[in-house]
């Protein structure tokens, strides 16, 4: 046993170093990957609307490691443009960037309106929306933003990218194919904004990279899950001997716990036959289980097992007493007894405390069961057909019993739960706090 604690433990040291490892190199960059975008894998050209009938005239100008456009935007065209296109077709045979989750882009955008916005689009060919012959049938992942002049790199996650709604209605490409998508990208296009007017405008493209992981978090999880739940088969395996060993250990004290159980049924057997009743209720009463509470107190602790109570009061008991009189607030207790008495199972102990108030001892019971039982309790109460059309309800304050507590402070702190209800409205069940 001491050997399979030591290997557990060295083998859990293992992973959670691994693992804390491995996320911290993922926290601090460790798996990012960038991909630059330059003339040795795109090729460069300018695009405008005189190719659609307008009369916009576009120079593009390599310098250095920038491009740079100048174009004098028209007055025909319908809808007037000029852009640097960027294809990646021809020498890349498009771009898997699956694994990326951002573009970074540095452009100068010089317009005659400040703050003027820029229009990018990453187009991505699938044959199944997508033919060769139709460069327009290419998806439209889109963003705009604003790059004004010597502001550096802008990175824009492809999270905010959107597809354009005209493309999608035009080309009735289905819902399962309407979202972004950036698995094959033939071509970049860096275009002018949407509401340009004929005036001079410049763009000059510094630099355009995009980033990834190698990595991604998601994989990372799933390989640290999957090393965990590796480990933990093999020493399922391993152990398998000494389980089943624990299996029949288990029966043993089952069995044990049967036999428990069955002593303690007796007790409450004997406890019913008691002559200590309550005239009125034919519950016990309080005095009658002074006795037995220490033995059955006594009794949980040394087996640990809970004991809880369950501290009942008839909702406005003066006002049936003044409707009915104390003869008829007598019947309606009784009556009340009598419903506890048949509701309550085998092993509890229902005794009236005093005036409208009871108590039902639940041995073996912790707190979770004696609210469920508590709520069963109020619940038939409520919807019980009482005499003279009376309509009655409870509240109920539990407890469970914490090791080591006297039983007064137990009773008590039960009786406190019950006029939180009582302040709460009423007819409500409310656990005692430890």
């Given at each position: ?49 005189s ?86 049938s ?25 597809v ?8 009735e ?48 999880l799933?390989?640290?899950i999957?090393?965990w739940?590796m480990?933990?088969?093999?020493f ?30 007796q007790?409450?057997?004997?406890f ?23 033995d ?32 008829g ?19 509890d ?48 304050g ?37």
């Amino acid at each position: 046993m001491d050997n399979l604690r030591r290997r557990i433990r060295l083998a859990a040291y293992f992973l959670l170093t691994f693992s804390s490892l491995t996320s911290l190199f993922h926290i601090l960059g460790g798996f990012e990957k960038e991909l630059k975008i330059d003339a040795r894998n795109a090729t460069y050209s300018n695009i405008d609307d005189s190719s659609q009938g307008g009369d916009t005239q576009s120079v593009i100008d390599f310098n250095g490691n920038s491009v740079e456009l100048n174009c004098d935007i028209g007055e025909q065209g319908r809808w007037p443009f000029c852009e640097i296109s960027v294809d990646l077709n021809e020498i890349t045979g498009g771009l898997d960037l699956s694994s990326f989750h951002s573009l970074g882009i540095d452009v100068d955008y010089f317009s005659l309106i400040g703050g003027e916005r820029l229009r990018i689009y990453l187009r991505n060919f699938d044959p199944a929306y997508s033919t060769e012959d139709d460069p327009v049938s290419y998806k439209f992942n889109a963003i705009e933003y604003a790059p004004g002049i010597g502001n550096g790199i802008k990175v824009i996650p492809f999270k905010s990218f959107q597809v354009l709604s005209w493309w999608i209605a035009d080309y009735e490409v289905p819902i399962e194919n309407s979202g972004p998508q950036f698995d094959n990208i033939v071509q970049i296009e860096i275009a002018t904004g949407s509401h340009i007017k004929p005036a001079h405008y410049s763009l000059k493209l510094n630099r355009l990279v995009f980033y990834g992981h190698w990595l991604s978090e998601s994989a990372l999880l799933r390989i640290n899950i999957l090393l965990w739940i590796m480990t933990a088969i093999y020493f399922l395996v391993v152990e398998r001997r000494r389980l089943a060993e624990q299996v029949n250990e288990m029966g043993a004290k089952a069995d044990y716990l049967k036999q428990v159980n069955q002593q303690l049924y007796q007790q409450s057997l004997a406890f019913e036959q008691m002559a200590f009743t309550d005239n009125l209720t034919g519950t016990q009463n309080r005095h009658a289980v002074d006795r037995w509470l220490r033995d059955i107190v006594d009794f949980s602790q040394r087996n640990c097992h809970a004991l809880s109570l369950a501290y009942i009061d008839i909702d406005f008991f003066k006002r049936i007493n003044d409707t009915l009189g104390h003869h008829g607030g007598d019947e309606v207790l009784k009556e009340f007894g009598r419903v506890l008495n048949l509701r309550a199972r085998k092993t509890d102990v229902v005794v009236r405390w005093g005036g409208e108030e009871f108590i039902i001892f639940c041995p073996a019971t912790n707190l979770r069961g004696a609210r469920e039982f508590a709520e069963m309790v109020r619940e038939i109460v409520e919807s019980y057909q009482w005499a003279n059309g009376l309509h009655i309800t409870c509240s109920i304050g539990v407890a469970e019993y914490l090791s080591g507590e006297e039983i007064e402070s137990f009773i008590q702190r039960a009786d406190s739960a019950l006029y939180k209800a009582k302040s709460q409205g009423r007819n409500r069940v409310e656990e005692a706090q430890p």
